[in-house]
Nanobody
Framework: QVHVVESGGGLVQAGGSLRLSCAASGSIFSINVMGWYRQAPGKQRELVATVTRSGTTNFADSIDGRFTISRDNAKNTVYLQMNNLKPEDTAVYYC??????????????????WGQGTQVTVSS
């Protein structure tokens, strides 16, 4: 099993910054893509940013250069630095990890693992 835990959410004023962290642990064989998604009240969950093991990043158009995603492969950790936050960034942010797990002598196929979410609230 793979466990995913986020931290770093909170309340911030518009224009402020927050840094989210996400650590994966457990019987991990390998991690390919790590990323962040968010879900605002009454809306569907949407992509924020992803980063591959080799460091290739992808961002939603709405981010417009305000966020940075990075990862530490040795620690199975991914970070989301959010700057110039806007009220429309308010949402629950979820970490996603695409990983293969060890099951005894076997290795599972790659699958998605999700954290429990962390609330980000941006006041105007």
């Amino acid at each position: 099993q793979v466990h995913v835990v986020e931290s770093g959410g909170g309340l911030v004023q518009a224009g402020g910054s927050l840094r989210l962290s996400c650590a994966a642990s457990g019987s991990i064989f390998s991690i390919n893509v790590m990323g962040w998604y968010r879900q605002a009240p009454g809306k569907q969950r949407e992509l924020v940013a992803t980063v591959t093991r080799s460091g290739t990043t992808n961002f939603a158009d709405s981010i417009d250069g305000r966020f940075t995603i990075s990862r530490d492969n040795a620690k199975n950790t991914v970070y989301l630095q959010m700057n110039n936050l806007k009220p429309e960034d308010t949402a629950v942010y979820y970490c996603n990890v695409q990983a293969q797990a060890n099951e005894g002598i076997f290795r599972t196929a790659s699958r998605d693992y999700w954290g429990q979410g962390t609330q980000v609230t941006v006041s105007s």
